[in-house]
């Protein structure tokens, strides 16, 4: 017969320690991530100024204070925008045509296949694709192009596999609430599955995007480095915010080391403002709002 | 503008699973219809294979005839998408588009169809809104989003949204087995004031239901799990719920079984 008990000693114990073990982990988990923006923000702010975000390091001497980032941030604004412009279109549609017209086919599983062995391809790889067959092979110049196509391959399997989970997260009573008001599966998916998982997809983007901005070896491999500004991401090299972390902080001077905490600090910042402006949108564009 | 719907020899799988077989029967325009039968005896697949929806589940098919006023459903070059423009459904569980206000939710049919004029699409939302009778309670707040009304009312904006459209027939797949009495009592209402215009079709758990609004009732049965579901008999509903022809449909009506 069973009777109700309380609750054991032996029981509350082991309670209490898996507890305790939970806020350990966190607390292991959290201690890099504040000890790293602590550094950087600490060790950045001394050369974030205006200066730094306006001029670059055209003219600057080895052991010379000023010079700044402006080359670098735009070459890191428009190689992400275009590695964007490249994958994230792909990307959608390969999610879509996993979702809603694969059927779990051949073509969807091996699809699925080699998305799983993108993911896998190390940042290096991707940069010594785009040397030897853009650069090499086809005899292109170094650009900001031929690094947004490195990032591109990076970025395509994460936006591939947050947009297909989020567009299987759409319940199909809408797909089929829309297929039974007369409305073709294209128009079903373009007008209720896609605004439905829009959110999703933003933030999924955004992780993406967020990976690859940090991204230096391909980058090395494909923009080459520049001290000067270049606007145009198809002609010459550029800079780009990762690389000029990379190349200050090998030099042997303060000032360098100053700078590259900044510009360190900066690509923090515009990742994160980008994640802010993409919840902003995500926010506008979301049903609950206006209730 | 309702129409008839003639069934013959009719067949559904799910791959090779026979879910229901060789079923035949009239419905009849301007008439409510009932269905009624144990869970998985394919009441509502056959009622998805009356709009062809039944084929968008991966590796479904259907063999035999629908015909709708003689022309047949399923017809070697008949478009799946138009026969659901002229066949509404409504399904068991509320189910609005949630990035939608109420007035977008029933102007969609209308908008992803093709291109309407501003006057003539807010004349349908409210023409459409009276007549799923909910146009009392939201014209105020056509702009607020469908899933935050109730479950009755978000029924019968899934009711809006389907008559948006102006079906002949309106397929109606449990339509209050998540609602309370009172909202299944509007939507009660409801059919009987649509019977006018409309063939309807209802998929129903609920004997007193079927008593109450259908003119016709069908009682489907399988003879064992596994094996296809069947009609039973189908005849008008005041001699099926007091003098059926069947043992089975009896015991069921009786609440002796399902």
């Not at chain 1, 980032?69 to 412009?85: F, K, R």
């Not at chain 1, 900044?262 to 403002?273: F, H, P, R």
């Amino acid at each position: 017969m069973t009777t109700i008990q309380h609750i054991s000693t032996g029981r509350r114990l082991k309670d209490r320690m898996v507890q305790g073990l939970v806020y350990l982990a966190f607390a292991l988990a959290v201690v890099p991530l504040v000890s790293v923006l602590w550094l950087v923000i600490s060790n950045g702010l001394a050369r974030f100024d205006m200066t730094f975000l306006t001029h670059s390091m055209r003219g600057i001497g080895a052991r010379d204070v000023g010079g700044g980032a402006y080359h670098a941030i735009i070459g890191t604004l428009e190689q992400v925008l275009l590695s964007s412009l490249i994958s994230v279109p792909i990307g959608l549609l390969t999610a879509i045509y996993l979702v809603e017209y694969g059927n779990g086919g051949r073509l969807s599983r091996a699809i699925s296949f080699f998305v799983d062995v993108m993911t896998g391809i190390p940042s290096v790889v991707a940069g010594l694709f785009v040397l030897a067959f853009w650069i090499l092979f086809l005899g292109m110049p170094y650009s900001g192009f031929a690094g947004a196509m490195a990032l591109s391959i990076l970025m395509m399997p994460t936006v591939v596999r947050s947009a297909e989970e989020m567009l299987r997260l759409v319940p199909d009573d809408l797909r089929e609430a829309s297929y039974a008001l007369g409305v073709a599966k294209w128009r079903t998916i373009l007008k209720v599955v896609l605004p439905t998982a829009f959110t999703g997809i933003v933030t999924g983007v955004m992780l993406a995007v967020a990976r690859v901005a940090g991204e230096t070896a391909p980058l090395l491999l494909t923009v080459f480095f520049t001290d000067s500004i270049n606007n145009d991401p198809f002609s010459g090299p550029q800079m780009g915010l990762p690389l000029y972390v990379f190349d200050q902080a090998a030099r042997p001077n303060d000032t360098a080391i100053d700078r590259a905490w900044t510009g360190a600090l900066t690509l923090i910042l515009i990742v994160m403002l980008l994640n802010l402006v993409a919840r902003l949108i995500a926010w506008w564009r979301s049903p609950a709002r206006g209730r | 503008m309702s129409k008839q719907i003639q069934v013959s020899g009719l067949d559904a799988y799910y791959g090779s699973h026979k879910a229901i077989e060789d079923v035949s029967m009239t419905i009849e325009p301007r008439s409510i219809t009932a269905f009624i039968g144990p869970s998985g005896c394919g009441k509502s697949t056959f009622l998805r294979t009356l709009n062809r929806m039944h084929e968008v589940i991966p590796g479904a098919r259907v063999e035999g005839k629908v015909l709708l006023d003689g022309d047949d459903l399923y017809g070697g070059n008949v478009e799946p998408v138009s026969v659901r423009r002229m066949i509404g459904m409504v399904f068991q569980r509320p189910n609005p588009f949630p990035t939608m206000s109420i007035y977008d939710n029933v102007a969609a049919g209308l908008r992803l169809n093709g291109r309407i004029s501003k006057s003539r699409l807010d004349d349908t939302v409210e023409e459409s809104l009276k007549g799923a009778n909910l146009w009392n309670e939201v014209k105020d707040r056509l702009s607020k989003p469908g899933a935050g009304l109730s479950g009755g009312q978000q029924q019968r904006l899934c009711i809006a949204r389907a008559i948006a459209v102006k079906p002949q027939v309106l397929l109606m797949d449990e339509p209050c087995s998540a609602l309370d009495p009172i909202s299944t009592l509007a939507i009660e209402d409801l059919m009987a004031k649509l019977k006018d215009d409309y063939t309807i079709v209802i998929v129903t758990h609920n004997m007193q239901q079927a008593a109450r609004v259908s003119d016709r009732t069908a009682f489907f049965n399988l003879a064992e799990q596994g094996k296809p579901g069947k009609v039973i008999e189908m005849d008008e509903t005041s001699r099926m719920f007091t003098n059926p022809s069947h043992k089975a449909t009896e015991d069921y009506i009786t609440g002796r079984f399902g």
